[in-house]
């Protein structure tokens, strides 16, 4: 009896708020998404010019990140427009190279801007649309 006792207690304990404030603190993320949509060409395999058409949105931890984000807009565009312009057909078409594509533009972007900025913002890079044409 007084082990259940014991066990009722502990559990109380580990349900009171201030226990569930201290280990349920998530982060709030904000969404940021490059408009209008980049759209760029590739050299294919027979030569000829291919297109590719991708939407973008970048996952922010906070607001400071969104003011980062919209002042260096510019810079960013012209970041992933040359990026993608550099990728084989091959790449673009399979699924690990979209994903390694997507990770080499969250990290190249994070770079320039903890060059301009001093702090790489991004915590994530979603494609909300990928089209080859």
């Known amino acids: ?23 349920d603190h998530k982060p709030v993320y904000i969404y940021f998404g490059l408009e209008p949509d980049i ?3 590739y050299t294919s395999e027979t030569n000829k ?14 607001n400071n990140g ?3 984000i919209e002042m260096h807009e510019p810079l960013i565009r012209d970041k992933i427009i040359s990026l993608l312009g550099q990728q084989s057909p091959q790449n673009l078409r399979s699924l690990t190279g979209r994903e390694e594509l997507r990770q ?3 990290n190249e972007v994070n770079s320039l ?3 301009e900025t001093g702090k790489a913002v991004i915590e994530n890079l979603l494609f909300t649309k990928y089209l080859l044409m």
């Open 1 to 23: 009896m007084k082990q259940l006792f014991w066990q009722l207690c502990m559990l109380t304990a580990s349900l009171s708020p201030t226990a569930v404030s201290a280990n």
């Open 39 to 41: 759209i760029t060409n």
């Open 49 to 62: 010019i291919g297109f590719i058409s991708v939407s973008v949105e970048f996952m922010l931890a906070d």
């Open 66 to 68: 969104l003011d980062i």
């Open 104 to 106: 080499v533009i969250q």
């Open 113 to 115: 801007l903890k060059q």
